[in-house]
Nanobody, 120 residues
Framework: QVQLVESGGGLVQPGGSLGLSCAAS????????MSWYRQAPGKERELVAI???????NYADSVKGRFTISRDNAKNTVYLQMNSLKSEDTAVYYC??????????????WGQGTQVTVSS
């Protein structure tokens, strides 16, 4: 059974840092495209960062230079390090895994989300 469990959210002041973790089970993160999304109140869910199976990374323009996505294959965990946080980064952050099953069908899995609030 595939499961993604996020942790590390919380309240942080503007300019501060926070690290999120996404622990995966039921599959190997090295064989999946792993992403972080976020959804702010009243807004659509948006892609924040993605790391491919080949190790390439890509970021939303709004977080480039401030956020870093990484994975630890030994721990089967993906991380999102967030620096220089702004109030507009406030949102629920979700971990996503996209992988193919044996039939070649792409499947998406989501974590339950973790709240990040940037406020003084």
């Amino acid at each position: 059974q595939v499961q993604l469990v996020e942790s590390g959210g919380g309240l942080v002041q503007p300019g501060g840092s926070l690290g999120l973790s996404c622990a995966a089970s039921g599959f190997t993160v090295s064989r999946a495209a792993m992403s972080w999304y976020r959804q702010a109140p009243g807004k659509e869910r948006e892609l924040v960062a993605i790391t491919s199976t080949g190790g390439r990374t890509n970021y939303a323009d709004s977080v480039k230079g401030r956020f870093t996505i990484s994975r630890d294959n030994a721990k089967n965990t993906v991380y999102l390090q967030m620096n220089s946080l702004k109030s507009e980064d406030t949102a629920v952050y979700y971990c996503n895994a996209r992988r193919s099953n044996l039939a070649g069908v792409l499947l998406d899995y989501w974590g339950q989300g973790t709240q990040v609030t940037v406020s003084s």
